[in-house]
């Protein structure tokens, strides 16, 4: 596997070692030893979960407060986003920052974003399967958001993908407060 770090600390894009012939591929999509290694602590998820998305969805940003904060580790299976981690953790350097990258079937990477960051996702096929393990049990109490459009974050969403359409937000995420009024990771 290859680690590629992002300028958010403990954010890693994860490359796995990919198979391919004419009959097709294989890929381990997780080895827990391998994960481990990568981000230098033993990681335990205990739940999977999987969306379908239509071209121009955006999911996010989401997050979970403590003490059900989440890790992800996310890939895409059918289609592409641009998948997007924004750092809440207070005491960062990188606070209020995001990294962003491109996940497809075809380049088979996988984002892992820790406990401490809001996350979210903009679908840029005309559909896409996404794939993640949490390692916290989703907590309707502790869930939280960021607008996805927030001036003081910045985010380059590649919204030309989406032929001139605004991005199709659920009812949750279109009310979402700006980062200032969120409460942060100490």
């Not at 005309?126 to 993640?132: E, G, K, P, T």
């Not at 937000?169 to 200032?180: M, V």
């Amino acid at each position: 596997m290859n680690v590629i770090k992002t300028e958010l600390d403990g954010v890693l894009i994860l490359e796995p070692r990919v198979f391919g012939d004419a009959r097709g591929f294989f890929m381990e999509s997780f080895n827990q030893a391998a994960f481990d290694e990568a981000v230098g602590r033993h990681v335990e998820f205990v739940q999977d979960n999987h969306s379908r998305s239509a071209r121009g969805v955006l999911r996010g940003l989401h997050f979970q407060r403590p003490p059900h904060a989440q890790g992800k580790l996310v890939r895409v299976t059918q289609g592409s986003v641009f998948d997007v981690a924004v750092d809440l953790r207070r005491g960062s350097p990188t606070f209020g920052r995001w990294a962003g990258v491109e996940l497809t079937c075809e380049n088979q990477r996988q984002l892992w974003i820790p406990p401490g960051f809001a996350h979210g996702f903009l679908v840029t096929s005309d559909s896409a399967d996404f794939l993640y393990k949490t390692t916290d049990y989703y907590a309707p109490q502790a869930e939280g958001a960021v607008r996805w459009d927030d001036p003081a974050l910045g985010i380059e969403w590649p919204l030309h993908a989406l032929a001139g359409q605004p991005p199709l937000l659920s009812a949750k995420d279109a009310q979402a407060p700006l980062l200032a009024a969120v409460a942060h990771f100490d």
